[in-house]
Structures are given as structure tokens and as C-alpha cells.
């Protein structure tokens, strides 16, 4: 995965982020399942939520089948179900996402922002598109 590298945009007047591949122990605040174990990437969402992202790759894919598609996730807990933005692959490298947020991750996220949080962004081996 060295040689694969992830990024996040979240406004037109920021420069992208590098999402860290198998990040420390931010998974265990959110209290979900680690992508440690699925070897996956990890990044903070700032709050409030942003009007849109987007995520893109750069770098060889992984020839290993477990990585044949990769899902991107936003996480605020184990109460809330995450919200899926989008699944990358070695033919699909970017994921530009705008719309509107699910009314209970905008009330969490406001909540959050409010002391001081972020959300989580988790990118893990996974299937194909799925609804968000």
C-alpha cells in the first residue's frame, strides 16, 4: 500500500489532505470496528459537515483481490449508522460527493463541532456502490 496514496478535499479553497493508511487509535474513539483489521485507510472529517468532498488516489492500486474495491465512509459513532460517500477502484479513483447530509449526522456533527470534535472518514476494502 506504499505505493498508493489517498487523499480528501473538502472546500474549493483547500488543499487536500493525505488520508493515512491503518491510522492509530481514531476508530476506537468513534467506538467502531477498526479498519486496522481490514487494512484500510483513516482520516477527520471537519465540522459542521462541509458541502461537499471529494476523495481521489494516486499511486499503483493494490493487485491483492481483498482491494479490488474500496468503500468511503463517515463515522460519528456506533449509534449512528455511517454514511457511505462512495467506492473507489483501480478503474474509479476519485469520488466527488454533494447533497445533503442525513438530518442525524447533521444534528451530531453540529453537537460535536460544538466541543471542539471531528468525524471519522474510513476507507476499507468492501464492495461495490451501495446506497448512502
Not at 56 to 65: I, K, R, T, V
Not at 109 to 123: F, H, R, Y
Request: overall charge negative.
Amino acid at each position: 500500500m506504499e505505493n498508493l496514496k489517498l487523499y480528501v478535499l473538502f472546500s474549493t479553497d483547500g488543499a487536500p489532505q493525505e488520508i493515512p493508511f491503518a491510522a492509530s487509535d481514531e476508530a476506537d474513539h468513534f467506538h467502531i470496528e477498526s479498519s486496522r483489521e481490514q487494512h484500510g485507510f483513516e482520516g477527520t472529517v471537519p465540522l459542521p459537515l462541509p458541502k461537499f468532498l471529494l476523495i481521489f488516489a494516486l499511486g499503483e492500486w493494490p493487485q491483492d483481490n481483498h482491494f479490488r474495491h474500496m468503500s468511503a465512509e463517515i463515522h460519528f459513532g456506533k449509534d449512528l449508522d455511517p454514511f457511505h460517500v462512495g467506492t473507489l477502484s483501480k478503474d474509479n479513483r476519485s469520488v466527488c460527493w454533494q447533497g445533503t447530509w442525513r438530518e442525524d449526522l447533521q444534528v451530531r456533527g453540529m453537537l460535536m463541532s460544538e466541543e471542539g470534535l471531528t468525524g471519522l472518514l474510513v476507507i476499507t476494502p468492501g464492495k461495490p456502490d451501495r446506497e448512502g
